[in-house]
């Protein structure tokens, strides 16, 4: 079955640290991958996507993500966080053939202490 | 461009009272549509999507119901509620050509049953 682990549940940073978010994925086919991210209040917003090309794709406010294919990995990055990165963090998948219908990890809660 | 409304904004209802959330889409013609639930901890579980008006597939066994009376609309129902139904229910649209399809979502429905 089709599945989406995101390891860590809580994080918790100072501001300026690096922050890595891990997810990894199980599905036999092609995939597109996602992070969503919800700041407190807020919508579920597009963090950044990836269909094919360059595995190393960047999004909004200075985050990105690396697709290594081989590790069924799809790892969130971002060199120096900020206080307003705190929210919650969700990887997702679909298949090619899945009529864009989204397989959601259970999501990582980052604290980034002031 | 594209909007996604969700209504109501927040919900409580008793156990065996009946549910409607509705969820309408602007600014784009034949999206395919979709609700999902956010229970406490965990990620977002698909639970309806739909192609196109009257067609509604359901991806897990539940208490609920889905319809699309028009292009753009997208109705969740419950002839009874249960206990279990209460969490946050999020609409969303997918645009982009198949299958890089994206998913947009709108603000949610938080919905307590008592």
């Known amino acids: 079955a089709q599945s989406v682990s995101q390891h860590n549940h809580h994080v918790i940073l100072s501001e300026a640290a690096s922050l890595e978010l891990g997810c990894n994925y199980s599905?036999?086919?092609?995939?597109?991958l996602f992070w969503y991210v919800q700041y407190p209040g807020q919508h579920l917003q597009l963090l950044l996507k990836?269909?094919?090309?360059?595995?190393l794709v960047k999004g909004i406010k200075g985050f990105e993500a690396e697709f290594i294919k081989s590790k069924f990995s799809f790892n969130l990055r971002k060199p120096s966080v900020q206080w307003s990165d705190t929210a919650e963090y969700f990887c997702?998948?679909?298949?090619?053939?899945?009529?864009?219908?989204?397989?959601f990890g259970q999501g990582t809660e980052l604290s980034v202490k002031p | 461009s594209q909007t996604i409304h969700q209504w109501p904004a927040t919900l409580v209802q008793p156990v065996g009272s009946p549910l409607s959330l509705e969820c309408t889409v602007e600014?784009?013609?034949?999206?395919?549509l979709y609700w999902y639930r956010q229970a406490a901890g965990r990620g977002l579980q698909l639970l309806f999507y739909?192609?196109?008006?009257?067609?509604i597939s359901s991806e897990v066994p539940q208490n609920l119901s889905a319809s699309r009376p028009q292009d753009r609309q997208f109705i969740l129902s419950s002839k009874k509620l249960l206990l279990s139904d209460s969490g946050f229910y999020l609409c969303?649209?997918?645009?982009?050509?198949?299958?890089?399809?994206?998913?947009?979502f709108g603000p949610g429905t938080r919905l307590l049953v008592l």
């Open positions: 969303a649209w997918s645009g982009g050509q198949p299958p890089k399809w994206t998913q947009y």
């Open positions: 599905y036999g086919g092609t995939v597109n």
């Open positions: 990836y269909f094919s090309g360059d595995p």
């Open positions: 997702a998948v679909n298949g090619n053939n899945q009529g864009g219908k989204l397989i």
């Open positions: 600014g784009t013609s034949n999206p395919n």
């Open positions: 739909s192609v196109g008006i009257g067609q």
